[in-house]
Nanobody
Framework: VQLQASGGGLVQAGGSLRLSCAASSRTSSGVTRGWFRQAPGKEREFVAAIRTKDRNKVYADSVKGRFTISVDAAKTTVYLQMDSLKPEDSAVYYC????????????????????WGQGTLVTVSS
């Protein structure tokens, strides 16, 4: 499985961006697709995740109310709509996929994901 992340860029604080994560193949059983981010000098952290079959979603506290994760009707592309962006949201954003059924309590764990895409850089200026 190859994951292609896109949509990063430079935006002013308060602005919006939408990231996309497309998969090279799909499975009828559904997957869990997550977004993680890593800022320079910091550890990778969880942002949001969605199970494509039942559309259950999990968000990090730091992005709740500002970011929205969704999946397209074909269940191949997952989006991360990022609104009210802050400078501290600046990071490389990575999408990841788990093809085993992920329990809700594990969706925030990087270890739950089998496949990772390349990152897309988001820079929020103050």
């Amino acid at each position: 499985v190859q994951l292609q992340a896109s949509g990063g860029g430079l935006v002013q604080a308060g602005g919006s961006l939408r990231l996309s994560c497309a998969a090279s193949s799909r499975t009828s059983s559904g997957v869990t697709r997550g977004w993680f981010r890593q800022a320079p000098g910091k550890e990778r952290e969880f942002v949001a995740a969605i199970r494509t079959k039942d559309r259950n979603k999990v968000y990090a506290d730091s992005v709740k109310g500002r970011f929205t994760i969704s999946v397209d009707a074909a269940k191949t592309t997952v989006y991360l709509q990022m609104d009210s962006l802050k400078p501290e949201d600046s990071a490389v954003y990575y999408c990841a996929e788990d093809r085993d059924r992920t329990i809700l309590s594990a969706m925030h764990l990087a270890a739950s994901y089998n496949y990772w895409g390349q990152g897309t850089l988001v820079t929020v200026s103050s």
